[in-house]
């Protein structure tokens, strides 16, 4: 179980959260909406322990641990995965050497053999395969000049290497095609697990077609304005945000 | 044309006794009074000169540099490292061992095979001296005080002729391992023409392990349609480098052009290319590696001196703890030529509370049909890259090291596309692990 507590955060003496609550139980995946501005990827950048980003009160607590007492790559080895809005460049860092490297470290995190290069190559063809993502891409280097979709898939593939506990998808959607968008949902779908928990950070409600949520949340400045099932989503494209201003 | 504001002591006559009168006698009738005065005019380098300033200038002012004394194991040595290194390389190995030359003469055979004419002076034992024409002469070059030095107290040299239309089979390796701890200072000249239609792949070796200083000439000079690949790799634990590379190109010529320091006490690079005739291009890249104390120097100019000419540098330097990195990275473009195209980009990266970083971007354009771009970025780590590692598990430590190495790889990948430059990198490997 994963709760978040009256969660309050600060960016840049901007106090962004207002005391946001939420909890997520294993299995669930919950989807968070709103306009811009109203904390969606302040909430996903302090969930990964970015510095920049200052909790000014409440908590997070996963399965009966202080989650933001841990280190950004303490969260990762927990389980916890980020996918970016915007994922870095990284020249001159190999993707493939990247995967395999994060990948053998948080099996040694769980006590588990590492895989050689050939194990691994096997286990990451078939997730690529998975979303239609060309093996030519882990010859390049990290994200550098990969178009806004190749990144976005590079996240996914990440992530389902890594196989987290916990996934938050900011704005995973954003800028892709149709096909690319589904590309990601079968990612994401394939994921999907009783053990595992997805929070997904979006716009709009075209994502929500493709992967469905148990739960939805409008983010309204700082704060979740309501939730409730698909619907709210449906709810929120016909009337778009401004009607649920008022419930702030 | 250099010009110097304040003139430490130069002690001339100690200088002209230590080198000229013992080590250059003779040498092609070259006059190292001559040299050694203009030495003189110019004055030693000094932090208060424009190019020097943010150099280590101070070992220049010690009197007791001397010519070093031919190792009594010169020929054991070189033989073995002659092995070490024939087991990793093939190419023509030429090694100069504190400052003396040494080659197989089956290596020398082989060159003489491939139409290539050579020449070690002064003190060979081998090569085709005897073919040498008369006419051949090592220039006297005059440009700033280290050339003047240089030609002044040469030690020994190796002149190198490529024929026309011919493409060596291997690369010339010159290797200079210099590890006399006694305050010896060596001043070799190489001097190679590739000719018309002719190809060539160079690479240049530097290890110093002591307190020697190591003041290369190297000049380079492409005939019309010439191709050069050439690769120099300074490195070593003490020790002082500062070498001179000037490069002639004529029509159609190509160079292709990578160097790479670390270590030592202070390394400075001063490369010059013209390119003369139309159509030559010209491509460098460049790693530096500054970390303790140490000192990298990079002075680089690129002159489009003829039409439809073309140069691009990538120049990566990293300073940690008490490093300093500089680049001067001039292109001048003068006026009259036209169909210029110039690409300059230099990355620095500062890890360290005192490490610095100094660079000069600088393009110096009189004519109109010019399309040129230069930039240059001075900075710590991107932390929001290293946020990204750590979010997938890296700790901190690791994620820098990562980041690190991912800025030398950035030219390492560009290499290894290319067979010898790939070759190059390998090299440093292995020498790395030795």
């Known amino acids: ?248 | 044309m250099m010009t110097v504001v304040e003139k430490p002591v130069f002690d001339f006559q100690r200088y002209q006794e230590l080198f000229s009168v013992r080590q250059n006698r003779g040498v092609n009738g070259l006059t190292p009074e001559a040299a050694l005065e203009r030495v003189r005019a110019f004055g030693l380098p000094t932090r208060h000169h424009e190019l020097w300033r943010y150099f280590n200038t101070a070992f220049f002012n010690k009197t007791d540099w001397h010519g070093p004394v031919k190792p009594l194991d010169f020929e054991l040595t070189c033989h073995a490292l002659y092995q070490s290194f024939a087991a990793r390389y093939t190419g023509y190995i030429i090694i100069f061992y504190n400052g003396y030359p040494w080659m197989l003469p089956a290596t020398a055979a082989a060159l003489q095979a491939e139409g290539v004419c050579h020449w070690v002076s002064p003190g060979g034992t081998w090569g085709g001296a005897s073919d040498v024409p008369s006419t051949i002469r090592w220039p006297e070059r005059y440009e700033n005080v280290m050339t003047c030095l240089t030609t002044g107290l040469m030690t020994h040299g190796f002149w190198l002729a490529i024929p026309p239309a011919q493409v060596l089979h291997q690369p010339i390796l010159f290797f200079h391992i210099n590890d006399v701890a006694d305050g010896s200072a060596v001043f070799p000249r190489m001097q190679i023409t590739v000719g018309e239609d002719s190809r060539c792949d160079l690479y240049e070796y530097y290890q110093t392990d002591s307190d020697m200083l190591s003041v290369p000439l190297l000049d380079i000079e492409l005939a019309p349609r010439a191709q050069l690949r050439y690769g120099k790799r300074v490195r070593g634990q003490a020790g002082y480098h500062v070498s001179q590379m000037r490069i002639a190109q004529y029509e159609q010529s190509q160079s292709v052009c990578i160097y790479d320091g670390e270590g030592q006490s202070a390394i400075r690079q001063d490369i010059a290319v013209r390119l003369c005739g139309r159509e030559a291009q010209t491509t460098w890249y460049g790693m530096g590696h500054a970390e303790r104390t140490q000192v990298l120097d990079v002075n680089m100019q690129i002159e489009h001196v003829a039409s439809h000419t073309r140069s691009w540098q990538r120049i990566h330097a990293l300073a940690e703890a008490e490093g300093t990195c500089t680049f001067l990275g001039r292109v001048i473009v003068p006026r009259g030529v036209t169909d210029i195209k110039a690409y300059e980009v230099n990355r620095n990266l500062v890890m360290g509370a005192n490490a610095r970083v100094n660079t000069r971007p600088q393009f110096e354009i009189e004519a109109d049909d010019v399309v040129c771009s230069h930039g240059a970025t001075v900075g710590d780590l991107d932390p929001h890259a290293l946020f990204y590692l750590q979010s997938r598990g890296f700790s901190e430590q690791q994620a820098r090291e990562l980041l690190k190495r991912a800025f030398v790889q950035e030219i390492e990948a560009i290499l290894y596309q290319d067979e010898f430059l790939g070759l190059f990198w390998r090299a440093k490997e292995y020498l790395d692990a030795e």
């Open chain 1, 1 to 248: 179980m994963w709760t978040i507590d009256n969660l309050s955060v600060e960016v840049n003496g901007v106090l962004v959260l207002k005391g946001v609550n939420l909890t997520i139980a294993p299995g669930e995946i919950h989807a968070i909406m709103g306009p811009n501005g109203s904390g969606k990827s302040t909430l996903s950048h302090v969930l990964a322990g970015h510095p920049a980003y200052h909790v000014v009160g409440g908590h997070v607590d996963w399965a009966g641990e202080d989650f933001l007492a841990l280190s950004p790559e303490a969260r990762a080895e927990k389980g916890f995965f980020l996918a970016f809005q915007y994922p870095i460049e990284i020249p001159g860092v190999n993707n493939l050497y990247f995967l395999k490297t994060a990948f053998n470290h948080l099996r040694a995190v769980r006590g588990e053999q590492p895989l050689d290069a050939f194990d691994f190559l096997a286990f990451v063809r078939q997730k690529l395969a998975l979303i239609g993502m060309d093996e030519k891409f882990l010859k390049r280097s990290l994200n550098e000049g990969f178009s806004g979709g190749e990144k976005k898939r590079n996240e996914i593939l990440q992530m389902l290497v890594l196989e987290p506990q916990l996934a938050v998808l900011d704005e995973i959607d954003s800028g892709l095609d149709v096909d690319a968008l589904q590309s990601i949902a079968t990612g994401v779908n394939a994921l999907r697990a009783a053990n595992r928990s997805i929070l997904m950070v979006t716009h709009y409600q075209r994502l929500l077609q493709h992967i469905e949520p148990d739960f939805v949340h409008i983010l309204v400045n700082g704060r979740i304005v309501k939730s409730g099932t698909k619907a709210l989503a449906e709810e929120v494209e016909s009337h778009g945000y401004a009607a649920l201003q008022g419930a702030s």
